[in-house]
Nanobody, 116 residues
Framework: QVQLVESGGGLVQPGKSLRLSCAAS????????MSWHRQAPGKERELVAT????????NYAGSVKGRFTISRDNAKNTVYLQMNSLKPEDTAVYYC?????????WGQGTQVTVSS
């Protein structure tokens, strides 16, 4: 069965870093584009970063460009989100998503809270 399991979230002070991981199983990970999304309380879910199936191309939301880095290890069936210089407005539940249309899978999310 398909599983996407995020980890690495938590409480962190502004300016610090966190690395999120998303471990995939139950599908052919290397053939799926991967992305990270986030949803803050009272707001719609938004796209944070994407990476192609082979990892050759990435894209970022303007609000995180230069601070966040998405990467993947197809040998480990895992996608990462390195988050640096975190801000209070980065507080949200972070979700990973696997896409190989028409198939789309979501993880259950991990909470990131940026606060002093």
């Amino acid at each position: 069965q398909v599983q996407l399991v995020e980890s690495g979230g938590g409480l962190v002070q502004p300016g610090k870093s966190l690395r999120l991981s998303c471990a995939a199983s139950g599908f052919t990970f290397r053939t799926y584009a991967m992305s990270w999304h986030r949803q803050a309380p009272g707001k719609e879910r938004e796209l944070v970063a994407t990476i192609t199936s082979a990892g050759g191309s990435t894209n970022y939301a303007g609000s995180v460009k230069g601070r966040f880095t998405i990467s993947r290890d197809n040998a480990k069936n895992t996608v990462y989100l390195q988050m640096n210089s975190l801000k209070p407005e980065d507080t949200a539940v972070y979700y990973c998503k696997a896409s190989n249309l028409p198939r789309v899978y979501w993880g259950q999310g991990t909470q990131v809270t940026v606060s002093s």
